[in-house]
Nanobody, 124 residues
Protein backbone atom coordinates (compact mmCIF):
# COMPACT_ATOMS: atom_id res chain seq x y z
CA UNK A 1 0.00 0.00 0.00
CA UNK A 2 1.06 3.55 -0.73
CA UNK A 3 0.18 6.35 1.65
CA UNK A 4 0.33 9.88 0.27
CA UNK A 5 0.52 13.10 2.27
CA UNK A 6 0.16 16.49 0.63
CA UNK A 7 1.34 19.79 2.08
CA UNK A 8 1.99 23.36 1.04
CA UNK A 9 -1.49 24.69 0.47
CA UNK A 10 -2.43 28.07 1.92
CA UNK A 11 -4.04 31.42 1.17
CA UNK A 12 -2.18 33.41 -1.47
CA UNK A 13 -2.94 36.52 -3.54
CA UNK A 14 -3.60 36.36 -7.26
CA UNK A 15 -0.34 36.40 -9.18
CA UNK A 16 1.51 34.65 -6.38
CA UNK A 17 3.19 31.26 -6.24
CA UNK A 18 2.93 28.09 -4.19
CA UNK A 19 4.79 24.79 -4.17
CA UNK A 20 2.79 21.74 -3.18
CA UNK A 21 4.53 18.61 -1.96
CA UNK A 22 3.33 15.02 -1.81
CA UNK A 23 5.42 12.57 0.16
CA UNK A 24 4.81 8.85 -0.05
CA UNK A 25 5.29 6.13 2.52
CA UNK A 26 4.81 2.41 2.43
CA UNK A 27 6.23 1.92 -1.06
CA UNK A 28 8.81 3.56 -3.22
CA UNK A 29 7.39 5.78 -5.96
CA UNK A 30 10.12 4.85 -8.41
CA UNK A 31 7.77 2.95 -10.69
CA UNK A 32 4.54 4.85 -10.12
CA UNK A 33 2.87 7.38 -12.36
CA UNK A 34 2.02 10.41 -10.24
CA UNK A 35 -0.64 13.03 -10.80
CA UNK A 36 -2.26 16.06 -9.24
CA UNK A 37 -6.00 16.64 -9.31
CA UNK A 38 -8.07 19.41 -7.77
CA UNK A 39 -11.62 19.88 -6.61
CA UNK A 40 -13.29 23.25 -6.23
CA UNK A 41 -16.44 23.66 -4.11
CA UNK A 42 -19.47 22.26 -5.90
CA UNK A 43 -17.42 20.90 -8.80
CA UNK A 44 -16.08 17.56 -9.92
CA UNK A 45 -12.52 16.58 -9.16
CA UNK A 46 -10.45 17.50 -12.21
CA UNK A 47 -7.09 16.59 -13.62
CA UNK A 48 -4.22 19.06 -13.24
CA UNK A 49 -0.95 17.37 -14.18
CA UNK A 50 0.66 13.94 -14.56
CA UNK A 51 4.27 12.72 -14.66
CA UNK A 52 5.49 9.31 -15.73
CA UNK A 53 7.43 7.02 -13.41
CA UNK A 54 10.72 8.02 -15.06
CA UNK A 55 9.81 11.75 -15.32
CA UNK A 56 10.21 11.60 -19.11
CA UNK A 57 6.56 12.19 -19.97
CA UNK A 58 4.56 15.09 -18.53
CA UNK A 59 1.10 16.36 -19.36
CA UNK A 60 -0.90 19.34 -18.09
CA UNK A 61 -4.49 20.45 -18.19
CA UNK A 62 -4.92 23.35 -20.59
CA UNK A 63 -6.05 25.59 -17.73
CA UNK A 64 -2.67 25.36 -15.97
CA UNK A 65 -0.27 24.89 -18.88
CA UNK A 66 2.55 27.42 -18.72
CA UNK A 67 1.83 28.27 -15.08
CA UNK A 68 2.21 24.96 -13.21
CA UNK A 69 5.16 22.57 -13.19
CA UNK A 70 5.06 18.99 -11.94
CA UNK A 71 8.23 17.21 -10.86
CA UNK A 72 9.18 13.93 -9.20
CA UNK A 73 12.07 13.17 -6.89
CA UNK A 74 12.47 9.44 -6.45
CA UNK A 75 15.24 9.89 -3.90
CA UNK A 76 12.82 11.82 -1.68
CA UNK A 77 9.91 9.57 -2.61
CA UNK A 78 7.96 12.70 -3.45
CA UNK A 79 6.19 14.61 -6.18
CA UNK A 80 5.81 18.38 -6.36
CA UNK A 81 3.58 20.93 -8.04
CA UNK A 82 5.05 24.38 -8.54
CA UNK A 83 2.21 26.82 -9.16
CA UNK A 84 3.01 30.29 -10.49
CA UNK A 85 0.85 33.21 -11.53
CA UNK A 86 -2.03 31.84 -9.52
CA UNK A 87 -5.57 32.89 -10.34
CA UNK A 88 -8.72 32.88 -8.16
CA UNK A 89 -10.00 30.07 -10.40
CA UNK A 90 -7.19 27.88 -9.06
CA UNK A 91 -8.85 27.83 -5.64
CA UNK A 92 -9.48 24.18 -4.75
CA UNK A 93 -8.40 21.24 -2.66
CA UNK A 94 -5.41 19.71 -4.42
CA UNK A 95 -4.94 15.96 -4.33
CA UNK A 96 -1.90 13.85 -5.09
CA UNK A 97 -2.57 10.48 -6.77
CA UNK A 98 -0.47 7.46 -7.67
CA UNK A 99 -0.89 4.67 -10.19
CA UNK A 100 1.14 1.49 -10.53
CA UNK A 101 -0.19 1.12 -14.06
CA UNK A 102 1.92 2.52 -16.87
CA UNK A 103 -0.40 5.30 -17.89
CA UNK A 104 -0.57 9.02 -18.54
CA UNK A 105 -4.29 9.01 -17.97
CA UNK A 106 -6.16 12.11 -16.89
CA UNK A 107 -9.03 10.00 -15.54
CA UNK A 108 -9.44 9.58 -11.80
CA UNK A 109 -10.23 5.87 -11.94
CA UNK A 110 -6.73 5.00 -13.17
CA UNK A 111 -5.27 6.11 -9.84
CA UNK A 112 -5.59 3.69 -6.95
CA UNK A 113 -3.89 5.75 -4.27
CA UNK A 114 -4.88 9.23 -3.08
CA UNK A 115 -3.83 11.68 -0.46
CA UNK A 116 -6.29 13.59 1.70
CA UNK A 117 -5.67 16.88 -0.06
CA UNK A 118 -4.34 20.33 0.72
CA UNK A 119 -6.38 23.54 0.44
CA UNK A 120 -5.22 26.25 -1.93
CA UNK A 121 -7.09 29.55 -1.80
CA UNK A 122 -6.26 32.38 -4.20
CA UNK A 123 -7.67 35.79 -3.36
CA UNK A 124 -8.32 38.43 -6.00
Amino acid sequence: QVQLLESGGRLVQAGGSLRLSCVASGRTLNYYTMAWFRQAPGKEREFVAVISWDSISIHYADSVKGRFTISKDNAKNAVFLQMDNLEPEDTAVYYCAASDVITMSTAKNYYAYWGQGTQVTVSS
